[in-house]
């Protein structure tokens, strides 16, 4: 059975919105736009609709990534990417995804959003949150059409072993569709899923280039997967929904030289993330700092309200998750740039030094 075939049959059926055409080279009276830019940004066309696909940063994005165009397709970043996915294999009510907590949060918004079941495998701390492949294998059932793995996990930072991954995949071939959110793979020295699409038709992975690529205010990612599900995914996508600006913005991002400039900066955070860690285990304040592949660290602290209003005195945001079940008196610290860091160390340390 083919991958395609678990989504909804209302989606697969379904005819997408014809948009109308785009040669530049016509009088364009099919669009229902006016004539005039405003007078701000004449060179811009504001007026006009944007493409309804950004198709030179899909093609980037493709070439980048080392995938055909047709099994790519740009979203409003990752969460939009989710957003569709389970939009199109869950019918509200019946199916479900597994997911992995503590995990990124969003998975369950989205499954809620759409009355799609949630089914877990949880990651225990005492096992520094390990993916346990025989458990995780043990809780999908015949309706869990999407298995969710964060990669590096948002918030414990750590990664599935790419060969645990294909495990996975081998064992729900043409059962459920395994997707692997990558949003901080950039960070990590781990090889990435899309090594494996060459083998398995059931396995989707998602980019972004709000982390690694600093362009979070852009809202951009992608998602990389078989034709037939990208062509499931695209029809149900809004059209015009990149605005122009921004795809060209991107495309200036995803220059060569400009990689270069994103690689120089991750292995700068890198080097950040490897010291705060260090600093972090060495603190009186700091009960245990767990290894991470991503551009944050989870922390338990001795005491986090104490820590949390030091930093507060200072204007200095760090993510609580302690709420989360299994992570009592943990929170969640972005690496920042090295003055950043030294502000948090010095205020968990109870230092008054001032950085600035
Ligand atoms: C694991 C994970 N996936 C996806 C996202 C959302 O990324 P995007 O900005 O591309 O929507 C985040 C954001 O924090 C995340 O942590």
Request: charged share 20%.
């Amino acid at each position: 059975m083919n991958t395609a075939s678990l989504a909804r049959p209302e989606i697969a059926s379904l005819s997408p919105y014809a948009a109308a055409a785009q040669d530049r080279l016509t009088v364009r009276l099919n669009a229902n736009e006016i004539p005039w830019s405003p007078s701000a940004e004449p060179d811009e066309c504001l007026n006009r609709y944007p493409l309804v696909r950004p198709w030179a940063l899909r093609d980037r994005l493709a070439e980048i990534h080392r995938v055909s165009a047709q099994q790519l397709l740009v979203t409003r970043g990752t969460s939009e990417a989710i957003d569709l996915l389970v939009r199109v294999f869950c019918r509200a009510g019946q199916d479900n995804i597994v997911i992995t907590p503590p995990t990124f949060g969003m998975y369950k918004v989205y499954a809620d959003i759409q009355g799609a079941g949630l089914c877990e495998s949880p990651l225990r701390a005492e096992q520094d949150f390990r993916f346990d492949i025989a458990e995780l294998l043990r809780v999908p059932d015949e309706r869990s059409k999407l298995i969710i793995i964060c990669s590096p996990n948002n918030p414990t930072g750590n990664s599935m072993q790419l060969a645990d991954l294909e495990t996975l995949i081998a064992a729900r071939q043409g059962r459920s569709l395994i997707v692997i959110d990558e949003a901080y793979i950039e960070f990590s020295t781990g090889r990435s899923a899309i090594t494996l699409m060459e083998r398995y038709e059931n396995l989707a992975v998602l980019r972004t280039l709000s982390k690694a690529h600093g362009l979070a205010a852009a809202r951009l990612g992608c998602v990389l997967a078989q034709p037939a599900v990208i062509r499931l995914l695209d029809s149900i996508m809004a059209p015009y929904s990149i605005a122009t600006a921004i795809a060209n913005r991107a495309m200036t991002a995803l220059r060569d030289e400009n990689l270069a400039v994103a690689a120089d900066r991750i292995a700068q955070l890198v080097a950040e993330r490897q010291r705060l860690q260090t600093r972090l285990s060495a603190s009186v304040s700091v009960e245990k700092v767990w290894a991470s592949d991503a551009n944050f660290l989870l922390v338990r602290f001795r005491n986090l309200p104490l820590t949390r209003s030091l930093l507060e005195d200072r204007r200095i945001l760090i993510r609580d998750v302690s709420a989360v079940p299994g992570l009592q008196n943990c929170a969640r610290i972005t690496v920042g740039t090295r003055s950043e860091n030294d502000l948090l160390l010095d205020t968990i340390n109870g230092k008054s030094t001032n950085h600035a």
